[in-house]
């Protein structure tokens, strides 16, 4: 089973790593991180790179796809080449899946037209424009598309599909091992529960949100 | 503020980018990836690397250091010129900390000796027999040194992090950025919690773990 996650110029590190952490360990999976060219790739905040080992065209069938999100998703979901790849990988692809705004380059590659889908609460409405159904749920599963929303919750879609993939003993296996025994000393991870303070603050600073439009 | 994220081979990635991904985010902060030479550094699991922008040589004041840990923590925390660098940074310090076997490397600078800390529950007695005195606890904090639990604990640790330095308000707007509002699908993300089944699959296979002696 080979895993290919997608990396692009401004994506959010957290996006694709928290799923990584866990899907990569699957017992017999290969992961291949890939992007346009081979190489280092930049992420959202400047201060980090991760190395795509190989280019777009020499991944071309893989079981699962893992897009990230991040400010540049929105360059991402235009760009012709990353959308011709992601249509082949998902042609013949078990799961195609997504966090944050990575479910907007989906939806730019036509995949999630009519579908249930999610992505950052910042960005739920620009999901529906681009043809989709959003939800407000965390992890949302339409047939073989999951899509994540922001961020973090790609460490509970990976849970989850590895609920589906390998069994329930298995998910709780890698649980353990990376001890995901959540203990957040606030209650504000969605704009439900945060001060209307905080949501406040992202609306007037989404250039600096990872669901930036920028 | 200067944040400076340690890398050596065979680190767990999630130990570094969990964390990573909120401090880095704090207003005015500038995040710095390391490792003894520049360049990419590869992970444990062999599928992806993380650039280290600048040798340890070029960072010698941060205010926050980030020790990952992973199987390769065996070795860093043996390697003088790595724990060198820790006693030098850890001199001018505000906060030393660390995540999962990230512990044992500080342990292995000599900077926990007689203090409560914690690591992947698979190494408290590694983490003992260096001189810290563990506790279960997911994250703690002894003055200055703040270490974290396995793996994804380091998000936590991160927004315990947030609240003492940015204040509550900060930690919350960024815990509602990066949506953590965990829903993990299954209960089993401590040993206490987990299936006898689990903790006994990792018992029996430390060389696939985090924690791996290798």
């Known amino acids: 089973m080979q895993i290919a996650v997608l990396l692009y110029d401004r994506f959010t590190t ?23 060219e081979a190489g280092p790739v930049r992420n959202d905040q400047g201060s980090l790179a991760l190395v795509a080992d190989r280019p777009l065209t020499e991944v071309t069938g893989p079981d699962i796809v893992l897009v990230p999100g991040g400010p540049g998703s929105r360059q991402a979901m235009r760009d012709e080449t990353v959308l011709d ?26 995949l999630l037209t009519g579908r249930r889908a999610t992505t950052h609460w910042l960005s739920l409405e620009d999901l529906e424009a681009f043809g989709a159904e959003p939800t407000g749920e965390r992890v949302v599963f339409d047939g073989k598309y999951v899509t994540a929303a922001g961020v973090s919750s790609g460490i ?59």
């Open 85 to 110: 790849w992601l249509r082949t990988a998902d042609a013949t692809s078990t799961w195609t899946t997504s966090v944050c705004t990575g479910s907007l380059v989906l939806a730019g590659a036509g």
């Open 14 to 36: 957290l996006d694709a790593v928290g799923p990584y952490e866990l899907l990569a360990r699957l017992p017999g999976a290969e992961t291949v991180f890939v992007a346009k």
């Open 156 to 214: 509970d879609m990976a849970l989850h599909l590895l609920g589906r993939i390998g069994g329930d003993t298995v998910a709780r296996r890698l649980q353990l091992l990376v001890e995901y025994d959540p203990r957040p000393p606030y209650d504000a991870g969605s704009p439900e529960k945060a001060p209307a303070e905080a949501v406040a603050y992202w609306r007037g600073h989404q250039d600096r949100a990872p669901a930036a439009r920028g």
